[in-house]
């Protein structure tokens, strides 16, 4: 496979998330749904999300998202079958978050990808 993301793609423990999305068909802003999703691994540039797998959403679909109480906004790259009845597994660029969220992922990812506590790791080294 293709790897295309930046940095590694590290292992959470299900975090709750928000999609915030049309329902299957609609296509007016005004009718937004909400339902619940669980990240359960990510990468400096996106996420993966097991939710619903009902929700019309296909590759190349923006997705509003709220996460520990803020809007953000991604975009579905794939769309794979979920060992959970009824989900799908989301993988999802990160568009636009905000800068607490920001710091959260990339915190998370650090810690995760370099448990031994290298402060820099997500620094630029000329070696």
Same mark, same amino acid.
């Given at each position: 496979?293709? &790897?295309?993301?930046?940095g590694r793609?590290?292992?959470? /423990?299900?975090?709750? #998330?928000?999609? %915030?999305?049309?329902?299957?068909?609609?296509?007016?802003? @005004?009718?937004?749904?909400?339902?619940?999703?669980?990240?359960?691994?990510?990468?400096?540039? *996106? !996420?993966?999300?097991?939710?619903?797998? /009902?929700?019309?959403?296909?590759?190349?679909?923006?997705?509003? %998202?709220?996460?520990?109480? +803020? /809007?953000? %906004?991604?975009?579905?790259?794939? #769309? !794979? &079958?979920?060992?959970?009845?009824?989900?799908?597994?989301? *993988?999802?660029?990160f568009h636009?978050? +905000?800068?607490?969220?920001?710091?959260? #992922?990339h915190d998370?990812? *650090?810690? @995760?990808?370099?448990?031994?506590? /290298? #402060?820099?790791?997500?620094?630029?080294?000329? &070696?």
């Amino acid at each position: 496979m293709d &790897e295309r993301r930046v940095g590694r793609r590290v292992e959470i /423990d299900g975090e709750p #998330v928000t999609w %915030i999305v049309d329902p299957p068909g609609w296509k007016i802003w @005004l009718t937004k749904e909400e339902c619940e999703g669980r990240i359960v691994d990510l990468s400096v540039s *996106g !996420a993966g999300i097991v939710a619903p797998g /009902d929700l019309g959403l296909e590759a190349g679909t923006i997705v509003g %998202i709220r996460f520990r109480d +803020h /809007d953000g %906004i991604v975009i579905v790259r794939r #769309v !794979a &079958e979920s060992d959970e009845e009824g989900q799908a597994y989301y *993988g999802v660029m990160f568009h636009q978050l +905000h800068p607490a969220v920001e710091r959260w #992922v990339h915190d998370t990812v *650090g810690k @995760l990808v370099h448990p031994e506590g /290298d #402060v820099l790791w997500n620094e630029r080294r000329d &070696e």
